[in-house]
């Protein structure tokens, strides 16, 4: 199994506070990405890293921000968390000249 | 707009026949396609894939089958065992520069039954 650990696996947060979920790999991989997964969407890209302070926008990054300072840890970060963003969160890390990606448990995050 | 659509929400079959999963997508520039099933409360795993430039692959019991005119794949479990009971989301590739970011549907959840 591809080392990646997501954390916290499981948050409850107030809406308007700020939360940060961090995704650790042990691969050396270059790309990671953040997912949400919702019912009815599947899962939606929301940002992705290409190397180190290399960041770009996904399909549904309003609302989310990200960092990638180490090659290994790549942030997540809700500004101001809003209920919309209820949701389980997914981080993925992909090698060079592959197409799979290979996915973390997941966070479950909760905006009450 | 999904570009990457599972039309069918749920499946069911028999343990030891067939089942078969299907995919529809309408971005022409994608290049890869890959299956990936999932249990409760794990992440995706990664089960198989096909290049465009191919109509068939095989790996074991699962055989996934691209045809590029209608823009459909499909996934092929045979034989069907109660382990394979998850949800199965399709995703297809667009090359970015060098990142392959994948989009997915929405996912078929299967059941075997006995």
């Known amino acids: 199994d591809a080392g990646i650990t997501q954390s916290p696996r499981h948050k409850v947060t107030e809406t308007g506070t700020p939360v940060t979920l961090r995704c650790h790999q042990t691969?050396?991989?270059?790309?990671m990405y953040w997912y949400r997964q919702d019912p009815g969407h599947g899962l939606r890209l929301i940002h992705y890293s290409y190397g180190v302070k290399d960041t770009d926008k996904g399909e549904v990054s309003d609302g989310y921000s990200v960092s990638r300072s180490k090659t290994e840890d790549f942030l997540l970060t809700l500004e101001s968390a809003t209920s919309s963003q209820t949701s389980v969160y997914f981080c993925?890390?992909?090698?060079?000249?592959?197409?799979?990606?290979?996915f973390g448990q997941g966070t479950r995050l909760t905006v009450v | 707009d999904q570009q990457v659509k599972q039309n069918s929400p749920s499946l069911s079959v028999q343990e030891g026949r067939i089942s078969i999963l299907n995919c529809d997508y309408t971005n022409s520039m994608f290049d890869y396609f890959l299956w990936y099933k999932k249990y409760p409360a794990e992440g995706p795993t990664f089960l198989i894939s096909i290049s465009s430039i191919k109509d068939k692959n095989e790996d074991g019991r699962f055989t996934v089958f691209l045809n590029k005119s209608a823009k459909h794949l499909s996934l092929h479990i045979v034989p069907s065992q109660p382990g394979d009971s998850a949800v199965y989301f399709c995703?297809?590739?667009?090359?970015?520069?060098?990142?392959?970011?994948?989009?997915f549907g929405t996912g078929t959840r299967l059941q075997v039954t006995l």
């Open positions: 995703a297809a590739s667009a090359r970015t520069g060098t990142a392959s970011k994948l989009t």
């Open positions: 691969e050396n991989h270059r790309y």
């Open positions: 993925a890390i992909q090698g060079g000249g592959t197409d799979e990606a290979f």
